[in-house]
């Protein structure tokens, strides 16, 4: 039996085997080359898609209710109206968020049965999260023929996750989830939301990830932390100068005319400097110079770790030993305080350095990294 078929006996083994059909819908993860923390100040980011996923199966019910089926937690749940957050089955907030969502909309979801099944680390920074989001949007958008398109669905996986999961996340994560294309990363303008692909030729180089193994409690809290300063930021500069739109467009050099606080003025270091290195590695990549783009891997990364705060010991730990051995580049990738970094570096230079860095990583901090090779892979799609 190949994976498809296990699936589909688990589905029949947990709702029970009839004729409604039964239709099957998968979602990759993400990476971000870069423009990090951008997302929601109306910046430029880099995402693309990658070769994890999540999976659903997905089928009408015929009742109002939704029942919901984690393999991942071994956990069934059913969900009626009026939604409400889950304690007991936090993964099943991702799903009712989307549903409520999609009914704010004014559409009305018919119920129905639905297995999720996936391999995307958790708490990894790769978007876990947004990927079941859109993965539930897009299988409810077609099994009930509701005229939506991929734009619309990223959207609404993103107010899910504001408004019935609670976190302020951007739109880039739900964007390239339900946008990507396979070989191609996207530029998205997070302010316009126009968007344009681009292939690049790694040739003698590679990107892979480095999972540090933690995720730090204050993940969540910390990054509505950071929005808020950067919209106390902004009111600050619009109460002087109502022309400036976002704070990614804030010209740094007006500085000392607001009352910035020493922490804003911190966040506005990362944010202006992060446009000058998007612009940078948009053209570096598709020039070839990867030497330029590693070093402004590199520099980002310490942008995050000192002037945005979002970095932890561990991730620091990863990319300073990689920039000491003569890596290309790297840097954390996604919200912070945890989960993977992005390397940038020869192929060959891995086998080298790797277990150096499992040895040393082991003995600071009493457990190992993981090493994920990757391929750049479709949006959400329907698998038949
Ligand atoms: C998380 C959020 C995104 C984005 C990144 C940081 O992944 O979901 O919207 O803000 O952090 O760039």
Redesign the pocket.
Known sequence: MNETHILFSKFNSVFGKNSTPIRHFSAPARI?II??????VGGI?LPAAINFSIQVLIQRNDTDDFILYSEDFQQSTKVGRPFQNSKEYPWSDYIVGVISELEKKGHKIPGFNLLINGNIPQGA?L?SS?ALEVVVGYAIANLFSLNLSREDIALIG?AA?NHFVG?N?????QFIIATGKKDFCISLNTNSLKYQYHKFELGEFEFYLINSNVKHSLKDSA?NQRRQECESALSKIQKLNSEVQNLYSFDIDTKDLYPFSNDEMKRIQHITSERKRTDTIITSLTNGDFAKVGTLLFECHWSLSKDYEVSCEETDFIVSFLQNKGALGARM????FGGCVLVLDKKENFSVIGSELEKNYKQKFGHGVSYYQFTISDGVKELI
């Open positions: 971000n423009g990090e923390h951008v997302d929601y980011v920074g978007s947004a993103q996750e976190t996340c951007g739109i880039m994560d990054y990738i996604g919200g912070g």
